[in-house]
């Protein structure tokens, strides 16, 4: 009867929505498996001896996991980015330094050439990058220039078929193993971050150098290392992108990496919870277990309950962007939101193991100094806010 109010609705089921597919399944489990066995138990050592897991890299090639997110005409598998999202993830649990690794090679130093690399540049460079005889890695921070990074001071000057380029960049991630480097230099001085190019840099260039990074908080068994550029000359072809485009590009290379991000600080978050879940039920104080303690059961809940709005957030933004729609937003909620709860779980796991939980003896404390790196890293915390807020406000 018109007019009446309903008593009754038929819920739509929105759970198989979120459910992963068969072969995303497949994916997250076999790393899950390979991660427990393999990587797991190196995670301390390589921390401890501030090196990079050479094997392992290895292994995670054999598996096809740089593959996953590209088109099988380049050796990949078509997996997409939530599949590959899922690896890092499952990595990032046990070891986070091996997850920035894949997240780094896959989202940063292979992705752009994907995108926006002419056709001959994908066919020479995106094979050997998913195979594995390559390594990626992606150069934007400068001395003076981070979070400002229109202030690019790296320039690209051409001359007849080459582009010759001066400067430096910094905190670059897996760049003492890398064979092409994603790199922004300045071609026009005049109009500011419009004059900003993107190129690919192979290792072998005249004129281009590796100095040794600085030591690090945390992921210390991910490589990193300074780019310097003194006259180094790379082909014409190997821009990425029209001339001047190139900041517009990193900003949409980083659009993607704030997923992968999100998906290493949220591996982090989950292995870090779950080290403190396994610890409060084994350990006892005041005549029972940890777990029976309601100030350590509200600190698991808190945990289990950011992890759950983490994981949704991220899964959320992956899946956005292998259906083609505009996750810039998304992506920045997701990397700002998952990283802020490593760094509450990882703490609070600390706190639920105590004096242990500040020794090397455990791996929370590791969790931990990896955890920060997530709200710096593709953007910090406070530019991801400014990404969200302009986003938000230009759609109001």
């Known amino acids: 009867m018109e007019g009446q109010l ?67 005409e380049y050796g990949g598998s078509d997996g997409g980015t939530l599949a590959y999202i ?37 066919r020479e460079y995106i094979p050997k ?51 092409v480097f994603i790199c922004t230099a300045v071609t026009d001085k005049t109009i500011g971050s419009k004059g900003i190019s993107a190129f690919a840099v192979p290792r072998t260039a005249p004129g281009f150098s590796l100095e040794k990074g600085e030591i690090k908080l945390g992921m210390r068994g991910s490589d990193w290392a300074s780019l310097v550029f003194e006259d180094a000359r790379i082909p014409r072809d190997h821009l990425l992108g029209p001339e001047g485009e190139g900041f517009a590009t990193f900003m949409k290379t980083l659009d993607g990496g704030r997923i992968s991000i999100g998906a290493l600080a949220l591996g982090i978050a989950e292995g870090a919870y779950e080290c403190a879940l396994q610890y409060a039920q084994e350990r006892e104080a005041f005549g029972k277990f940890l777990s029976d303690q309601q100030a350590v059961q509200f600190k698991l809940a808190d945990m289990a309950m950011q992890i759950e709005a983490a994981r949704h957030l991220v899964y959320h933004a992956a899946r956005l962007k292998d259906a083609g729609m505009t996750y810039t ?48 890293g593709e953007g910090t915390s406070e530019i991801q806010r400014m990404i969200i807020a302009r986003q938000i406000l230009h759609s109001a």
């Open 329 to 376: 937003k998304e992506g920045a909620m997701a990397k700002l939101f998952a990283s802020e709860v490593a760094m509450h779980v990882t703490y609070d796991a600390i706190q639920v193991y105590g004096g242990y939980g500040f020794s090397r003896e455990y791996p929370v404390e590791r969790m931990w100094r990896d955890a920060k790196l997530c709200t710096i």
């Open 86 to 122: 899922l690896a890092v993830e499952e990595l990032s649990k046990v070891c986070a330094s091996t997850g920035l690794t894949l997240a780094a090679h896959v989202s940063l130093g292979t992705y752009p050439i994907y995108a926006w690399g002419a056709e001959a540049l994908k």
């Open 129 to 179: 990058l998913i195979s594995g005889e390559y390594m990626g890695a992606y150069g934007l921070t400068e001395p003076g220039a981070g979070s400002d990074s229109g202030s690019t001071r790296t320039t690209a000057v051409l001359e007849g078929d080459e582009y010759v380029l001066n400067g430096r960049k910094c905190f670059i991630t897996n760049a003492n193993h890398a064979g």
């Open 6 to 72: 309903r008593t009754t609705y038929e819920l739509p089921d929105i759970r198989h929505g979120l459910d992963l597919t068969e072969d995303q399944g497949m994916i997250r489990d076999m790393v899950r498996e390979f991660a427990q066995s393999e990587v797991a138990p190196l995670a301390a050592k390589i921390d401890e001896e501030h090196t990079f897991p050479v094997e392992t890299w290895t292994r995670i090639v054999e598996l096809g996991l740089p593959g996953i997110p590209f088109s099988e």
